[in-house]
């Protein structure tokens, strides 16, 4: 089993930044895709940024820039460092992580969420 859990996110003002944190952890042989969606109030749930064992990473156009993604894959934690928040950003924002456990099964698993509010 994987469990991801996550750490970060609070109310922020336009223009602050804040850092979250993603830890992975359970019977993980490998791991493909990390990274982070988030979902607004009556929205459907989007990518924010992700990255690939391969060492590709993506971005939502509206995030380039502005937030940068960091991974450690000996750790298997990943960071998504916000800067210049604007109020859009607001959302409930997930870690999502997909790979194979020591089964060699495959897995697609999701942390509980962390609200970002930016607001004044």
């Known amino acids: 089993q994987v469990h991801l859990v996550e750490s970060g996110g609070g109310l922020v003002q336009p223009g602050g930044s804040l850092r979250l944190s993603c830890a992975a952890s359970?019977?993980?042989?490998?791991?493909?895709?990390m990274g982070w969606y988030r979902q607004a109030p009556g929205k459907q749930r989007e990518l924010v940024a992700l990255?690939?064992?391969?060492?590709?990473?993506t971005y939502k156009d509206s995030v380039k820039g502005r937030f940068t993604l960091s991974s450690d894959n000996v750790k298997m934690t990943v960071d998504l460092q916000m800067n210049s928040l604007k109020p859009e950003d607001t959302a409930v924002y997930y870690c999502?992580?997909?790979?194979?456990?020591?089964?060699?099964?495959?897995?697609?698993?999701w942390g509980q969420g962390t609200q970002v509010t930016v607001s004044s």
């Open positions: 999502n992580a997909a790979g194979a456990t020591t089964g060699r099964a495959s897995f697609h698993s």
């Open positions: 359970g019977t993980i042989f490998t791991i493909y895709t």
């Open positions: 990255t690939t064992s391969t060492g590709t990473t």
